[in-house]
């Protein structure tokens, strides 16, 4: 099993940062694809951003490209995701995901990942 912790949610006004951190406990290894997703109420989980560890490949969604990074410390097996120019359409729970067989071709796809987090909320405010 997989344990995955969200840290760093909070509320901030649009145009400023945040950073949030997904640590991962128990069976991970190198192999793993961590992501991270977001929902907003009433609305479909989103994708937002992925890593390989293998390789240290990113991913973006669309809507987050260019003001969202992606980084990992494979050694402690921590994700991290620096949010900039902040939006109160980035409003939303943000999960966290790990995966140790996903292909790239599903990496976006919030089914196609076996483990999550319980979620942090991020507040965006006008």
């Known amino acids: 099993q997989v344990q995955l912790v969200e840290s760093g949610g909070g509320l901030v006004q649009a145009g400023g940062s945040l950073r949030l951190s997904c640590a991962a406990s128990?069976?991970?290894?190198?192999?793993?694809?961590m992501g991270w997703f977001r929902q907003a109420p009433g609305k479909e989980r989103e994708f937002v951003a992925a890593?390989?560890?293998?390789?240290?490949?990113?991913y973006y969604g669309d809507s987050v490209k260019g003001r969202i990074t992606i980084s990992g410390q494979n050694a402690k097996s921590t994700v991290t995701l620096q949010m900039n120019s902040l939006k109160p359409e980035d409003t939303a729970v943000y999960y966290c995901?790990?995966?140790?067989?996903?292909?790239?071709?599903?990496?976006?796809?919030?089914?196609?990942?076996?483990?999550w987090g319980q979620g942090t909320q991020v507040t965006v405010s006008e």
């Open positions: 890593i390989r560890w293998i390789g240290g490949s990113t």
């Open positions: 128990g069976r991970t290894s190198s192999r793993f694809a």
């Open positions: 995901a790990a995966d140790p067989s996903i292909i790239t071709a599903s990496i976006r796809n919030p089914h196609e990942y076996a483990y």
